[in-house]
């Protein structure tokens, strides 16, 4: 009996999903009374997870693993998962967690939670508090199957050191054909992910062209954050498609989400509901934008975002 947790990484370094989910599997064991499993692919450095709490790292290394497939993926976790009688496995509720988690409750015959947002309540019968109606509720799901899949929403348990004297050894999974090959992917470097961003700077068509980014580039730039765009953005090819959150793009839970000329339609918003605090700046002082806001202001982005790059830029050096 055990706990399992999927430490997801990217070209060999974790995302820092893999430091909560495995915070969070931690406490889970502990409840349990159990040791916890952690499981990495393509990681150049597995240890660091010890001081996280991982007891055991079963570490996998393949270069036909270097794309993400979610079978291919989920026929390693499930594969781990049985050689380690794991009762309770976690992973991120990332994109690719999202994809992953239900194929792995179908091999496991395991009910799937996914956005869980704390630890169990109980444990008999095992009951998690879950994100739902487009995280504007909660709701406590009881997962009655033998084995448990859970899907840890982002920043909702965090990261905990919780230093660990463990070990480690190398699997050599049984990789499954695929009838579909990925040719080529292309990634973007350099800069800030939405996914592993703590701060986003997003903007809508109030900039009025793709000329005017550069001072959202610049935002974000002097905040370490990531930038984003509206759907309509997107659509118009002001902006990359991989920029796009909301419901039908990427969802986004930073801690600090600054909306800028974005009126606050109810698909984006249902998107970012799950960041701490939102920031908003447009001129329309009835944007729906502003009902969801923790902070608003309401002024030309052309004046305001200037001025904030000006004053954030002071505070730092000071």
């Known amino acids: 009996m055990s706990v399992l947790v999927f430490a997801d990484s990217s070209e060999g370094k974790f995302k820092k999903t893999a430091f909560e989910v495995v915070s969070y599997g931690k406490k889970v064991a502990e409840q349990l009374g159990t040791t916890i499993v952690v499981l990495t692919i393509n990681a150049t450095d597995s240890s660091e997870l010890h001081a996280y709490g991982a007891e055991k790292i079963i570490t996998v290394s393949n270069e036909s693993l270097g794309t993400f497939n979610a079978k291919q993926y989920a026929s390693i976790v499930t594969e781990v998962a049985k050689q380690h009688t794991a009762t309770v496995v976690v992973l991120d509720s990332s994109i690719d967690g999202l994809y992953l988690a239900p194929i792995v409750a179908v091999n496991l015959e395991a009910g799937y939670a996914s956005n869980t947002v704390s630890l169990p309540s109980s444990t008999s019968p095992f009951t998690v508090k879950r994100k739902a109606f487009s995280n504007k509720a909660f709701s406590d799901t009881v997962i009655a199957t033998e084995t448990k899949v859970i899907g840890l929403a982002k920043n909702s348990f965090g990261i905990h050191e919780n230093t660990t004297t463990g070990s480690s050894e190398v699997f050599e999974p049984t990789i499954i054909e695929l009838g579909v090959l990925s040719e080529k992917v292309k990634r973007v470097t ?108 309401v002024g030309d982005a052309f004046e305001v975002v200037p001025k904030l790059i000006e004053k954030l830029k002071a505070f730092k050096q000071v």
């Open 190 to 297: 350099g800069t800030v992910t939405i996914a592993d961003a703590d701060v986003v700077v997003s903007a809508g068509r109030g900039l009025k062209g793709p000329e005017n980014w550069g001072m959202i580039e610049e935002l974000a730039s002097v905040l370490g954050a990531a930038t984003a765009c509206s759907k309509p953005v997107s659509d118009l090819g002001w902006r990359p498609h991989s920029e796009h959150v909301g419901q039908t793009g990427k969802p986004v839970a930073s801690n600090l989400y600054i909306a800028i000329g974005i009126s606050g339609a109810i698909q984006h918003l249902a998107g970012v509901n799950a960041s701490k605090v939102k920031v908003v700046v447009n001129t329309d002082p009835e944007a729906p934008f502003f009902k969801a806001a923790d902070y608003g202001i």
